[in-house]
Nanobody
Framework: QVQLVESGGGLVQAGGSLRLSCAAS????????MAWYRQAPGKERESVAS???????TYTDSVKVRFAISRDNAINTVYLQMKSLKFEDTAVYYC??????????WGQGTQVTVSS
């Protein structure tokens, strides 16, 4: 079955950096667009960044310049490099896989906490 396993979350001070990883299995990874979402307490889940099968990327405005999404099809992994982290980046971060533009598979999430 399809599995998406996130890692790399943790506690970091404002201004710091983290790199999230999402290892995928059970699917033809290179055929899928991959995305990172996040959900903060009391808020709806929001899209943060996406990368399509050709490597094209999109970002929500609040993370442009600070975050970078990338993928390594050789090891079925998508990354989210986050720098200049802010308190408002605190959330559970999820990766998702899609062929249709809507997420088909989700990971279990990894907590990112930014202390101010």
């Amino acid at each position: 079955q399809v599995q998406l396993v996130e890692s790399g979350g943790g506690l970091v001070q404002a201004g710091g950096s983290l790199r999230l990883s999402c290892a995928a299995s059970g699917l033809t990874f290179s055929n899928y667009a991959m995305a990172w979402y996040r959900q903060a307490p009391g808020k709806e889940r929001e899209s943060v960044a996406s990368i399509n099968s050709g490597g094209g990327t999109t970002y929500t405005d609040s993370v442009k310049v600070r975050f970078a999404i990338s993928r390594d099809n050789a090891i079925n992994t998508v990354y989210l490099q986050m720098k200049s982290l802010k308190f408002e980046d605190t959330a559970v971060y999820y990766c998702a896989a899609s062929r249709t533009g809507r997420p088909e598979y989700w990971g279990q999430g990894t907590q990112v906490t930014v202390s101010s």
